[in-house]
């Protein structure tokens, strides 16, 4: 069974700071995806990576992804209150169509 | 494009009654998810569809949850009868093809009172 583990589960920090949010899985992965959610709202795909060390970056986030160690991470560069939501990482496991979600990194950016 | 477009957004009953959820994938997607998502157990897929058809369905609670997709272009979850536990969020998802980038819907909200 894949399990993933996503943390920490709450992150406060000030606006202008760097933080890392970190993803582990336990078995083999096709693909890692990281996903934000705003309160009340849908969950927005951010980023897909697919091989040994992949990385994408989008502004102030930017996900890196180690197939060896299982590990995936979203780190914040920077960080302004915009970026304020939980974020999610999915994974699916190889030839899977399944997506297995963490408990999910609820992130407060504090002015 | 709209995206996935989910109805009703909230949805509010008493125990025992009949709900139905709708789903509109986007266009050209063949692969269709229907999420739950509480605090407790957050997100937890309930149902995947390829091509109309359902192929796993290993995630639905129970008998009371039946879903259908009777073509291209929309789907439904029903819960017949709801009970109080299956208050939650539940979540469509399209993707161009199973192993594709999931797009959500916005969401149903349910209360069962």
């Known amino acids: 069974e894949l399990k993933v583990e996503q943390n920490p589960l709450f992150l406060s920090m000030q606006e202008g700071k760097n933080y890392t949010i970190y993803c582990n899985y336990s078995?083999?992965?096709?693909?890692l995806y990281w996903y934000r959610q705003d309160p009340g709202k849908s969950l927005e795909s951010l980023f897909v990576?697919?091989?040994?060390?992949a990385v994408k970056q989008e502004g102030r986030l930017m996900a890196s992804l180690d197939t060896k160690a299982r590990l995936s991470t979203l780190h914040i560069t920077a960080a302004v209150h915009d970026l304020s939501a939980t974020y999610f990482c999915?994974?699916?496991?190889?030839?899977?169509?399944?997506?297995?979600f963490g408990k999910g990194t609820k992130l407060s950016v504090i002015p | 494009d709209a995206g996935v477009i989910q109805s009703p957004r909230h949805e509010v009953t008493e125990m025992g009654q009949e709900v139905t959820l709708r789903c509109k994938p986007i266009?050209?997607?063949?692969?269709l998810f229907w999420y739950r998502q509480t605090m407790m157990r957050g997100l937890e897929l309930l149902i995947y569809?390829?091509?109309?058809?359902?192929?796993?369905d290993s995630g639905m609670p129970e008998d009371r949850f039946s879903a259908k997709m009777p073509n291209a272009s929309f789907s439904t979850l029903k819960i017949q009868p709801s009970e109080p536990r299956d208050s939650a969020v539940y979540f469509c998802?399209?993707?161009?093809?199973?192993?594709?980038?999931?797009?959500f819907g916005p969401g149903t909200r349910l209360l069962v009172l």
């Open positions: 998802a399209s993707s161009f093809s199973a192993q594709e980038t999931q797009y």
């Open positions: 078995t083999t992965s096709d693909r």
């Open positions: 990576l697919l091989s040994n060390g």
């Open positions: 999915a994974v699916s496991g190889a030839g899977s169509y399944q997506l297995t």
């Open positions: 266009s050209g997607h063949n692969s």
């Open positions: 569809f390829n091509n109309n058809v359902p192929i796993d």
